[in-house]
């Protein structure tokens, strides 16, 4: 299975802009640019992308591992922060912290940690990132 994205940009680095569409058509055309990456202008850039695939690929991961192990959650809800840092050589994503929050009736806790433990080294994400992945996660 394969899935693709575009990139398109023009100018420099600061004065430049891009834009960036999926071929699903959810991202089409959707503008990046220097200040929306580095700046915290708002709208998206190649980071916050990282983290909502991350959060959506952890709690997918996750639903299933609970449901092998006879678990089925009502909800989860994941939140994926990225760190873009500069490193020697330039910039690099160190780190990617997962906290979720899972409602499961009755669970049992220790087969719960066992199964987000599993999500976020097993997510085909997490198997991407070349960085730190932390996690917070709770039984709620």
Known sequence: MKRSASA???GGLKDGSGSVSTDSGV???????????FENEH?????ELVAAAHAACFSMALSMILGNAGMKAESINTKATV???QVEGGFAVTSSHL???VKIPNADKTAFQTAV?????GCPISKLLNAKITMDARLV
């Open 117 to 121: 433990e599993a999500a976020k080294t």
């Open 8 to 10: 398109v940009w023009k």
């Open 99 to 101: 906290d979720t929050s």
């Open 27 to 37: 991202l089409s055309g959707t503008p990046y640019n220097f200040a929306k990456r």
């Open 83 to 85: 760190t873009l840092e």
């Open 43 to 47: 709208g998206t850039n190649p980071e």
